[in-house]
């Protein structure tokens, strides 16, 4: 299955992320990746790198393994094709504007009815590829973006928002399996579901937890964070725990919003 991973920090810090490692922790080592990406925030813009190839080999993987780049929010996910091809377009993580500010979102998971159970409410935002989490990004942004003109300019409630997230991840559970990430440049929503695991080689059925919270400062491997000092606040997200201690499952249907390392908010 895809994996996903995001880290929230109080200040800007260097991520030195291995793609290749890091999608065997999820017990991916055997399978063909189809794509890769990671987002780093600067301010309200996001630098965003994809690839719709494995990261093993790849030179893109290779300079992010070298030069961490610096950001106080970065969110990542390694993509095994279910729905739509192993193109650039469906390449998550997905990014849009919307108030001024690029938003980010990354799933793992399957919708395969959203089509249906989720037509587009406005004109405002369309899927470029073909995949349902592209689909679901765009229904939420649709959903938020009443928030967002009603601010003008400004950053929209937190409270109002939640409400939102929270009640688009409620209906995206009764469509299949949806474990997200979703990032709209002040706070990084986390939404927990449940997901398939390696089970000796072939993928059980879906179960949780789907997502799981960290706050260590262990290195992983193919994970290394380079803290600037040590009282920065460090918060991170991931499919799987990426080390023996620090991590904590996520029940089903939890909303996290996370802003500068700490968890401001909780459905």
Not at 33 to 43: E, K, M, P, T
Not at 118 to 142: M, W
Not at 229 to 257: C, H
């Amino acid at each position: 299955m895809c994996e996903l991973f995001a880290v929230s920090t109080s200040q800007p810090i260097r991520l030195y992320c291995s793609l290749n490692e890091f999608a065997k922790h999820g017990g991916r080592s055997h399978v063909n990746r189809s794509g890769w990406g990671i987002a780093y925030y600067q301010d309200k813009d996001v630098l965003l790198v994809r690839e719709a190839l494995p990261a093993a080999g790849s030179p893109w993987v290779e300079f992010l393994e070298r030069h961490g780049l610096l950001s106080h929010c970065t969110m990542a996910h390694v993509r095994y094709a279910s729905v739509g091809a192993a193109t650039l377009v469906n390449t998550h993580p997905f990014r849009r504007e919307l108030g001024g500010r690029m938003h980010v979102f990354a799933h793992n998971g399957s919708l395969p009815d959203i089509e249906r159970t989720h037509p587009f409410e406005g004109p405002q935002f369309r899927p470029v590829g073909e995949t349902d989490s592209e689909h679901a990004f765009c229904v939420l942004l649709q959903r938020l973006a009443g928030l967002w003109r009603k601010a003008d300019g400004d950053v929209p409630p937190l409270a109002a928002r939640m409400e939102v997230v929270a009640g688009t991840a409620a209906e995206f559970r009764k469509s299949g399996t949806a474990n997200f990430l979703y990032a709209d440049g002040d706070v990084l929503f986390a939404h927990a579901h449940k997901r398939r695991f390696d089970d000796g080689g072939t993928f059980g059925p879906p179960r949780p937890p789907g997502l799981c919270l960290g706050d260590t400062r262990e290195v992983a491997r193919g994970l290394d964070i380079r803290w600037p000092v040590s009282k920065t606040n460090g918060v991170m997200v991931a499919s799987v725990p990426l080390t023996e201690n620090g991590w904590t499952p996520l029940a089903e249907g939890t909303v996290l919003a996370i802003r500068d390392g700490e968890v401001v908010a909780r459905n």
